[in-house]
């Protein structure tokens, strides 16, 4: 009889032992979150630069944009022309033009040219928003 008490009793144990051992292991996750970051900005009629009847621009100072994000990450650029209620994305044609866009360290240019290749363009009449999103990453291994 106190050879079952013993064996019960250090199975007991080890069972203790056994959940409290396994209950205080802890599984650590790091996670790394990229980060997406955007700005609206005010594109007057006064601000387009002519560069001929065919291309128009205006450059955007976005200092934000590091050589970080040029070199893993990504810049989206979407253009409203009713103030903001609605954004379409660049490139995109309306009315015959061409919007296009183009980024390099700290700045954020748009570009304006005829979508069939032919005619001219003139500069916008009106306020048009370009909302700028960066987005941040980790290369890929």
Same mark, same amino acid.
């Given at each position: 009889?106190?050879?079952h008490?013993?064996?019960?009793?250090?199975?007991?144990l080890?069972?203790c032992?056994?959940?409290f051992?396994?209950? $205080?292991?802890?599984?650590?996750?790091?996670?790394?979150?990229?980060q997406?970051?955007?700005a609206?900005?005010?594109?007057?009629? $006064?601000?387009?630069?002519?560069?001929?009847?065919?291309?128009i621009n205006?450059?955007?100072a #976005?200092?934000?944009?590091?050589?970080?994000?040029?070199d893993?990450?990504?810049?989206?650029v979407?253009?409203?022309?009713?103030?903001g209620?609605?954004?379409?994305? #660049?490139?995109?044609?309306?009315?015959?033009v061409?919007?296009?866009s183009?980024?390099?360290?700290?700045? #954020?240019?748009?570009?304006?040219?005829?979508?069939?290749?032919?005619?001219?363009?003139?500069?916008p009449?009106?306020?048009?928003?370009?909302?700028i999103?960066?987005?941040?990453?980790?290369?890929?291994?």
């Open positions: 009889m106190r050879k008490v013993l064996v019960r009793n250090i199975a007991l080890f069972l032992v056994s959940v051992g396994m209950g $205080s292991c802890k599984k650590e996750i790091t996670q790394v979150v990229n997406g970051f955007s609206i900005y005010t594109i007057k009629a $006064s601000d387009w630069k002519v560069n001929s009847s065919t291309y205006v450059e955007l #976005v200092k934000e944009l590091d050589q970080v994000i040029l893993h990450g990504g810049v989206s979407y253009i409203s022309f009713d103030g209620k609605t954004y379409e994305a #660049v490139p995109e044609v309306v009315g015959n061409a919007y296009g183009y980024h390099y360290l700290g700045t #954020v240019g748009i570009d304006l040219s005829p979508a069939d290749g032919t005619g001219s363009v003139t500069t009449t009106g306020d048009i928003l370009a909302k999103v960066l987005l941040d990453a980790q290369p890929l291994d």
